[in-house]
Every structure is written in C-alpha cells, then in structure tokens.
C-alpha cells in the first residue's frame, strides 16, 4: 500500500486510541508510540503495529500514536481506518499476501 495523504482515524477520549499517518520519502517507517500504558504495554503496541504495516507492506509512512488505553482490536480497527483514508482505498486485502 502506498500513503499518498495525511489521515486521522479515532479520538484522545479514554479507552481510545488516536493514528495519525503521513506520507514519508524516503521509504522508511517513522513510528511515535505516545501511552498512558507505554510502561505495561508499548513493545506490545509497537509490535502489533509494525505486523500490520508489514502485513499490508507498507513503508514511507510517518505513523503517530497516542493511546489513551486502547484495547488491542480497537487499536488494529484505528490504524487500519487510517490506512484506508491515507492509501485512499476502499477496502483492505483482507486475504494473506503471497
């Protein structure tokens, strides 16, 4: 998937997580991991969102984290909203890639 715009997905609200993603040259991964948890669960927050950009093989991504104790499906469920608005897709390749 290639990022071609800005794109927010979720809220600063409790329990919630907010993704912020912007196109990146060169193509490389810039993640920011912002928690109220980041002590208990950062390396589990950074690890479920690198498997899902490798996944969707996506690189040239600045990916902006601020989690206000987001549970991890509601994390995945923000991220892959925010992809969708950033690669302006329509749905994901849900199916494994080859």
Avoid at 10 to 22: C, F, K, P, W, Y
Avoid at 66 to 94: N, S
Wanted: one cysteine or more; hydrophobic letters at 45%.
């Amino acid at each position: 998937m290639k990022i071609i715009r800005e794109a927010v997905a979720g809220t600063l609200e409790s329990s919630d997580v907010m993704v912020r993603i912007a196109p990146l040259n060169p193509p490389e991964i810039d993640l920011q991991i912002h928690s109220s948890v980041d002590k208990q669960f950062g390396g589990a927050i950074r690890y479920s969102v690198l498997a899902v950009l490798e996944q969707y093989r996506v690189s040239g991504v600045q990916l902006i984290i601020d989690d206000k104790g987001a549970l991890e499906c509601v994390l995945l469920a923000r991220l892959e909203t925010a992809l969708l608005r950033a690669c302006d897709e329509k749905i994901l390749p849900w199916r494994a890639q080859s």
